[in-house]
């Protein structure tokens, strides 16, 4: 069955690299720029820059290639329903010869973990289908992997692209061509057999070095964008921003950040509080984003609570309204709104009762941008006693008891923020 692209964010074209070449003295807001395109360039600590570099068309498909590649082995690496309800990662492989397709296969489920362990991938795990298409290559390694060398391989990646070391373009039309073999396809994850630190962006595709336990960052900074609509947090010293308010979530021309007005002052997890600190999407001046440093700035950090939000949002549309939450491995389930402040029992507005002794099981999911808490009480006779406490910052929490027969009950308080949550238990 022939693949479709639903989810391709118009977004400009972006690429990464270690390197960090010098930059132009302005760069425009728009992408594509006559004969030449914007490219992100990563440092080696996670800085992030871009660069303008010739644009590369990619060349008409033989029919001959593009019925190859609709014949490519696909193989899932995680089903989890059905895709109109779910997004659909489709991992592809270049310069990875027939003898080597279990290497690809390692190199995928790596980088798959790598992206799944950030938030909110973590909490929306099973809201994606992991495709793997065995795209199969003549030859071994990428192009200038040692710069000079050439190999013969089905999407025709380099190192060294445009003069940048670790740029790792490719063939965009035959990547779409080989991830087209998979049932759906929302964004495009295209791995290189090579050990060495790189990638690039495209609109729905990434780029990442298959063997390198980093480059995975790169994706994620890239999901941001095709997934979330985000913005990039990071500047080129000197610039100002010369347009009006940007659409973009996560960036705002208001000093004070109202577009973000009932995130001010909570902890973000990438440190500090939420804000509007100066400087977003290219420019230095005239322009604020949410927090000091998240992954739309630096790689290898989180999501700060206002993007965090938005992915949560774009991933829990896209999985039918009933995305699998964190709390649902637990036998019992209850749900409920809260208002900010306010405090709710459950389950029910009441309690449950236990004749056996063991551990109790509590998991709260509540939204993100608020801070909710959980606390197991036991009735001691002649009061409810706070027995066990989940009391961090945002709005999940998860605890364990262990203890004798009684009657218990879960609070749930509303520190600050709002919305509905659900508490997952186990009873002894
Ligand atoms: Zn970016």
């Not at 991992?91 to 690809?104: C, R």
């Amino acid at each position: 069955m022939p693949g479709r692209f639903t989810r391709l964010a118009a977004v400009a074209l972006t690429a990464a690299a270690l390197l960090s070449p010098t930059l132009p003295a302005a760069p425009a807001h728009a992408g594509p720029v006559a004969e030449k395109e914007w490219r992100e360039v990563f440092s080696p600590d996670g800085t992030i820059s871009r660069v303008l570099v010739p644009a590369r068309k990619p060349a008409a498909l033989s029919r001959e290639l593009v019925q190859k590649a609709a014949a490519a082995e696909v193989i899932p690496l995680q089903e989890t329903g059905p895709s109109a309800q779910r997004f659909d990662l489709v991992i592809i492989g270049d310069g990875y010869t027939a003898a080597q397709m279990g290497l690809l296969r390692q190199h995928a489920e790596s980088k798959w973990a790598e992206v799944a362990a950030v938030e909110p991938f973590k909490k929306y795990k099973n809201s994606f289908n992991v495709w793997l298409v065995n795209v199969v290559s003549n030859q071994s390694g990428v192009d200038n992997d040692p710069y000079g060398t050439t190999r013969d391989t089905a999407l025709d990646m380099t190192f060294y692209c445009a003069g940048t070391a670790r740029l790792l373009c490719l063939d965009t039309a035959k990547a779409q061509a080989y991830a087209a073999a998979a049932p759906q396809v929302d964004v495009i994850l295209a791995l290189g057999n090579s050990t060495t630190y790189g990638g690039a962006g495209y609109s729905g595709i990434s780029t990442a070095s298959g063997g390198n336990a980093q480059s995975g960052q790169i994706a994620i900074h890239e999901f941001g964008h095709s997934i979330g609509g985000l913005a990039d947090e990071y500047y080129t010293a000197g610039t100002t921003y010369p347009g009006g308010e940007p659409g973009e979530p996560n960036v705002t021309t208001s000093a004070s950040g109202a577009k973000w007005a009932s995130y001010i002052g909570r902890a973000t997890p990438d440190g500090g509080v939420i804000g509007a600190y100066q400087g977003g999407s290219q420019y230095e001046y005239g322009i604020y984003r949410p927090s000091e440093n998240s992954l739309m700035r630096v790689l290898g950090r989180p999501f700060n609570l206002v993007g965090l939000d938005v992915m949560d949002r774009a991933i829990a549309a896209k999985a039918g309204g009933t995305p699998p939450g964190p709390c649902d491995a637990l036998g019992q389930r209850r749900t409920g709104t809260l208002a900010s402040g306010a405090t709710a029992y459950q389950p029910d507005g009441n309690w449950y009762y236990t004749g056996a002794s063991g551990t109790h099981r509590g998991c709260l999911d509540g939204p993100d941008a608020a801070n909710f808490d959980l606390y197991l009480e036991k009735w001691s006779g002649s009061a409810w006693g706070t027995v066990a406490t989940a009391a961090t910052i945002g709005g999940d929490e998860t605890l364990t008891y262990s203890g004798t027969a009684g009657y218990y009950r879960y609070r749930i308080v509303a520190g600050s923020g709002s919305g509905p949550y659900t508490l997952g238990y186990d009873v002894p």
